[in-house]
């Protein structure tokens, strides 16, 4: 039994691209350009799943994926520092965001660790292998850092190591008895500005 679960991280807001925590902001303009090209690279899915996230269902919905809000695909809660800039929060908390830069177990105040993460995704994994065919799940780049651990069976320090781009895809398959990591980083051609 062959089963393939495609995470495509959603596409970028106004406020992730000027260096803000997420909060629940909808997708900026120019982010639907780069759905569109993607959105025409897919290969058909027995279903389709998307974070609860604004921006994640908008992804979703420009993909053309009927998609069902999946808990377990939320993006990390940052808690008090949502909607805010790293930049403010490392200079009036630095011990606390130095911590969450490279501690799996720190977390926001109010908010929830990359180990919290990963536990959910280990779960939400651990249950896929009985889904038979391909599954596309529209998500978050901690998402996908923590479902790139846990297919490589790679300690949680390494989450900082793992750069996720916006509408880039990360591909798994499992025979039913253990998972692969089949192509991780993957994103459509940019148009050439010639």
């Given at each position: 039994?062959?089963?393939?679960?495609?995470?495509i991280?959603?596409?970028?807001?106004?406020?992730?691209?000027?260096?803000?925590?997420?909060?629940?902001e909808?997708?900026?303009?120019?982010?639907?350009?780069g759905?569109?090209?993607?959105?025409?690279?897919?290969?058909?899915?027995d279903?389709?799943?998307?974070?609860?996230?604004?921006?994640?269902?908008?992804?979703?919905e420009?993909l053309?994926?009927?998609?069902?809000?999946?808990?377990?695909?939320?993006?990390?809660?940052?808690?008090?520092?949502?909607?805010?800039?790293?930049?403010?929060v490392?200079q009036?908390?630095?011990?606390?965001?130095?911590?969450?830069?490279?501690d799996?177990?720190?977390?926001?105040?109010?908010?929830?660790?990359?180990?919290?993460?990963?536990?959910?995704?280990?779960?939400?994994?651990?249950?896929?292998?009985?889904?038979?065919?391909?599954?596309?799940?529209?998500?978050?780049?901690?998402v996908?850092?923590?479902?790139?651990?846990?297919?490589?069976k790679?300690?949680?320090?390494?989450?900082?190591?793992?750069?996720?781009?916006?509408?880039?895809?990360?591909?798994?398959?499992?025979?039913?008895?253990?998972?692969?990591?089949?192509?991780s980083?993957?994103?459509?051609?940019?148009?050439?500005?010639?």
């Amino acid at each position: 039994m062959l089963v393939r679960f495609t995470m495509i991280c959603c596409g970028m807001t106004a406020l992730s691209r000027r260096g803000f925590f997420p909060a629940d902001e909808p997708l900026e303009d120019k982010a639907y350009g780069g759905i569109s090209a993607l959105a025409g690279s897919l290969d058909a899915a027995d279903r389709a799943w998307t974070s609860p996230a604004l921006r994640a269902r908008l992804t979703a919905e420009a993909l053309g994926l009927q998609a069902t809000d999946t808990p377990a695909l939320r993006d990390q809660d940052f808690g008090a520092w949502a909607g805010r800039a790293f930049d403010e929060v490392e200079q009036t908390r630095p011990d606390e965001a130095h911590a969450w830069l490279v501690d799996p177990g720190a977390a926001p105040p109010s908010g929830e660790s990359f180990h919290d993460v990963a536990s959910r995704l280990a779960d939400l994994f651990d249950g896929l292998v009985a889904e038979p065919g391909h599954t596309i799940a529209v998500t978050h780049p901690a998402v996908i850092r923590a479902a790139i651990l846990h297919v490589l069976k790679a300690p949680l320090t390494g989450f900082r190591f793992i750069d996720v781009e916006p509408l880039s895809l990360a591909d798994f398959r499992s025979d039913g008895s253990r998972w692969v990591l089949r192509a991780s980083g993957v994103t459509v051609p940019k148009a050439s500005s010639r």
